[in-house]
């Protein structure tokens, strides 16, 4: 009689179809029956000895031990109501107070049963219901319902066109959904239960073997037991279902999308023997450590298939990633391909260029006097650069000349022609997401796809890695190289230890009394209006007190040189700086030319000045977890330990965070503490806003174990069917999943 794609208008009837429509974006019988109840109203017969919570919603049911009118002072015609009701969930009787007791008191007595909906509000140690919503409940079946409030609603649902069901009230869990002011938890319901009048018996994607295998119930029953429970248990298995179908889904989609990407033609990259990857192993000044040699092999072996590797290289700041892709991208060379190497910012991209020519030494210098014969060459091409040094660059580019190119996103975005570029890695995925890797797919010569390496020193939650980026495959740089001291960080609380913030600048006097170099980090420019760099947290403090003012990069580069830094070598870095300013600064640096850049978190990803041994970070309660532990990776990355120092005028839970943070180093515990205090939504990021979410049971935070078991599943069932034409309902699945393209791992820090 209907099917779950009949619009709702000839279910429901057109009026609640429109408001449907308008209030919840819901068209069709689906839609509706997908829109779960978010909390029951329970009956539950279990006693409780835990008393509500301030601002808890309840819903009480019971019998009415007393009422009493009680006058109010200084307005002889209002009268308060109170009763007393008896229920069978809280061990205390409950109160509930009406304000217009004149009123209700004609409703409500003593002896009846009712049920009451409100919110829970203390007085002193005793809490009561104001004003709650009411129902009474008649023992006799043909009596009117009677209620007020957001119960009253429920009442006429119950009276509505099919007679009285007094079924409702007998439900042991009674679903209570998102609703509106026009479109109350009772209309829903109403709908709820018309469509379930009506329906037909739901085709289940899932074949009964699926089922069995993992203990699944059928969809039907999914969907009606969690509009429809009797126990608890129902509403588990429901969920249970329809969770796995979520996951399931978003897993289907993923798996079509790897398999789609791996049966593109890559170019095979076997290397050469006596080529540059060996010249450069033989000049390699350290021994490669385990982990960078396993990783090697395993992108090695992807290199040579004739299909596109997509991987995902993680690794702590400093743990030698970059080594690894360099030699990756040796081989691709010696196999007669071009790379690119591709970084979030300019300062990065010329960082970058800057590192491979040192580390290549004279193999990066074809074409020039003296180079060696195996040697190639490294094209830098940026937005900022001279038209002529662009135009330079792109040459060396479109004739192969170049074999490493490193850029901006502009490198991919722009029509920038390749000789023939076999593979690309990418500095940095949180910054990179899916559509760049899809643009990136399209430079190949002749509908051949480069090979990508992706990497991160962001630790990713594996739940995140499996569920946004399950298309790609994972390596994992866990250790250090040896002789790495361990940044030792410390926590400044500068009210109350001011001294503590003059002893950090002495710190850095004394660093670089020893030759060494020191980093100072705001989270403001200080040029202008309106330039907070950072998004203030929504976890500290109490949220609406009014932070202090942070420290301008600008003022505090002005004050450190006349005062506490004054004599040293002081350098100012910021977004806002010219690009070639920004390039020299960074360079001087680089050479030992400056003892201290005061910097904005420009320098947060990637630069890599081995003799800089402290930081200090100004006002660190405004940085994320993540961009921290990012930050302070940028010292202590040569033979000399490494300090940072966090200094704040936060107290509370803010200082408590920062604690944490200085309270380890490992990057993966440090991404959980991160993930625990976002929100979901900063994960999915843009995919969410603005568009339904398909993710309406799913915690891609917390449902790992679903997430793996349904990644097991659909990348079984692609394997076997690669375009899932056997498997309509599961393909269907798929394509109803968060539209993935869009969904990014965004670090919104
Ligand atoms: P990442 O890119 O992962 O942050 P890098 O590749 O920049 O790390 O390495 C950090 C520093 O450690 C660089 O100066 C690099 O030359 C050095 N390094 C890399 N691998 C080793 C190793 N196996 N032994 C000693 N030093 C290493
Ligand atoms: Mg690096």
Redesign the pocket.
Known sequence: MTTLSDRLEFVVGGKAATVLAEEFDIHTVEDLLRHYPHRYATQAKELSDTPPAEGDRITAMGYITKTELKQIRNNPRQKLLLVTLDTDQYRKPVQATFFNGNKVNHVLKADMRVMFSGTVKYFRESWSLQHPGYLVMSEDDDAPVKGAGALGGLAKAATGPGGLDKAIFDRSLIPIYPATAKFESWDVFRCIRQVFDLLDDVPDPLSPEIRAEHGLIELGTALRLIHLPDHKHDVDAAKDRLRFDEAAALQLSLALRRREAHSRPAPACAGRDGGLLDAFDARLP????EG?LEVGEEITYDLSQRHPMSRLLQ?????????VSLRAMLRVIDSGYQCALLAPTEVLAAQHARTLRSMLGELATAGELGAAEEATSIALLTGSMSTAAKREALLKIVTGDAGIVVGTHALIQDNVDFFDLGFVVVDEQHRFGVEQRDQLRSKGRDGVSPHMLVMT?TPIPRTIAVSVLGDLETST?RQL???RSPIVSRVVPAESKPQWVDRAWQRIREEVAEGRQAYVVCSRIGDGENDELIEPKDDDDDGKAKKPPTVAVVDLFEQLSAGPLAGLRVGLLHGRLPADEKDATMRAFGRGELDVLVSTTVIEV?V?V?NATTMVIMDADRFGISQLHQLR?RVG?GKHAGLCILITLSKGPALERLNKVAATNDGFQLATLDLETRREGDILGAAQSGTKSNLRLLSLIDDLPVILEAQKFAREVVAGDPTLADHPGLLGMARAAVNHQRLDYIDKN
Request: hydrophobic residues 30%; charged residues 20%; glycine residues 24%.
């Open positions: 350290f021994e490669l450590t960078q690794g702590e700041v400093g743990s030698g990633k970059t080594v020193a740089l190289p040896a002789g990637g890599d081995p990776g990355r």
